[in-house]
Each structure stands twice: as C-alpha cells, then as structure tokens.
C-alpha cells in the first residue's frame, strides 16, 4: 500500500467482508436448486425407464412368480414357449391421409398350448387390435424406438386382454417397413 493513500478504516474492510459473504450465501441456493433438479430428473429418468423399456421382457427369459403358476386357463406354465407370428399387418400411420403406410409382421411369445390354440382362434380379433394400434400411431411415434417399445407394450397388454390370460411372455417386431 502506498503512503499517499489513506489506510482503510474498519468499517470499510467489514462491509468488503460481508459483501464477499453475501456473495457466496446467493450463490448456494442457485447450486442446491439445480442440483435438486438433476437429482429429480435422473429419478424420472429411471422410472420412466424400467416402465416403458423395461416392460418387453427380455427375449428367452420366462418369469414365473407363485401366483402366476397356473396359467388362468388351468394349464401349468412351463420353461417352453411357442412363437406364432401375424405376417402382412398394412396400415395407413394417423396424420398421413393415405399417403404413407405400414408393413409389418408381430411375433408372439406364447407360454402354453392351450393358450396358442386360444391365439390362433382368435386370430381375426387379434389382427383387428393390431391393425387399430399401429393406425393410430403417427410417423414420428413409428419411427421413435421409445415409442416403439411403448406400442409393443400396448400390443402385448390388449393382446392379454382379448385372450383372458397372462401367458404372453413377449412381443416381437419381425416386420416393420415404414414407407
């Protein structure tokens, strides 16, 4: 410090001090409010997640908890599955006027002999709830692998529904040309 300037007085170097402190006390909330926000987004995130992705059962595995061991039709669940696949599924996307359309092929992972008999009885009730589904998709949700994976849920819970059983391990796209 030069000799020409005159020392501070205290007053003066107590309000720098508490100015600083001010500073950083506004500075917290800030860091605190966002890292509130990422650690609400990652649970979302997560969520989100083993909801939607997380419903197509992995392929080849078969879950069977003590309440489902029976199937509802009285048949025992076994390890085997069988495959039945609903080939040429056209349809014209939601929002497209007829311009566009849908080609697709549905595999089906069925746990059961009586409830594939089931399926393939039921065939003509099955492709009119497939065809009513993807119709109602839009390109952007046919072309979005989440929205996908969503639609594949939706398949295999309407699916269950039609059919009044709880064997339809998994949904499968074999098929999808979108042009």
Same mark, same amino acid.
């Given at each position: 410090?030069? !000799?020409? %300037?005159?020392? $501070?007085?205290?007053? =003066?170097?107590?309000?720098?001090?508490?100015? &600083?402190?001010?500073? *950083? *006390?506004?500075?917290? $909330?800030?860091?605190?409010?966002?890292?509130?926000?990422?650690?609400?987004?990652?649970?979302?995130?997560?969520?989100?997640?083993?909801?939607?992705?997380?419903?197509?059962?992995?392929?080849?595995?078969?879950?069977? +908890?003590?309440?489902? =061991?029976?199937?509802?039709?009285? &048949?025992?669940?076994?390890?085997?599955?069988?495959?039945? %696949?609903? %080939?040429?599924? /056209?349809?014209?996307?939601?929002?497209?006027?007829?311009? @566009?359309?849908?080609?697709?092929?549905?595999?089906?992972?069925?746990?059961? +002999?009586?409830?594939?008999? #089931?399926?393939?009885?039921?065939?003509?009730?099955? @492709?009119?709830?497939?065809?009513? /589904? !993807?119709?109602?998709?839009?390109?952007?949700?046919?072309?979005?692998?989440?929205?996908? &994976?969503?639609?594949?849920?939706?398949?295999?819970? @309407?699916?269950?529904? !039609? #059919? *009044?059983?709880?064997?339809?391990?998994?949904?499968?796209?074999?098929?999808?040309?979108?042009?």
């Amino acid at each position: 410090m030069p !000799l020409d %300037e005159p020392a $501070p007085d205290s007053a =003066e170097v107590d309000a720098a001090e508490t100015g &600083e402190e001010q500073a *950083k *006390k506004k500075g917290l $909330p800030s860091i605190v409010i966002y890292g509130g926000i990422a650690v609400v987004m990652v649970v979302a995130g997560y969520f989100a997640g083993t909801k939607f992705l997380g419903s197509a059962e992995k392929a080849g595995e078969v879950v069977v +908890s003590g309440s489902e =061991e029976n199937g509802e039709d009285g &048949e025992e669940a076994s390890a085997a599955t069988e495959m039945v %696949e609903l %080939e040429d599924i /056209i349809v014209n996307p939601a929002g497209t006027g007829g311009t @566009r359309f849908l080609a697709a092929s549905i595999g089906f992972e069925i746990s059961g +002999s009586k409830t594939k008999q #089931l399926f393939e009885n039921k065939m003509p009730m099955v @492709r009119d709830a497939l065809i009513s /589904i !993807l119709g109602s998709k839009t390109i952007e949700q046919l072309s979005d692998a989440k929205e996908k &994976e969503i639609t594949r849920y939706q398949i295999k819970k @309407r699916v269950e529904h !039609l #059919l *009044k059983t709880k064997n339809l391990e998994a949904v499968y796209f074999t098929n999808f040309v979108l042009q």
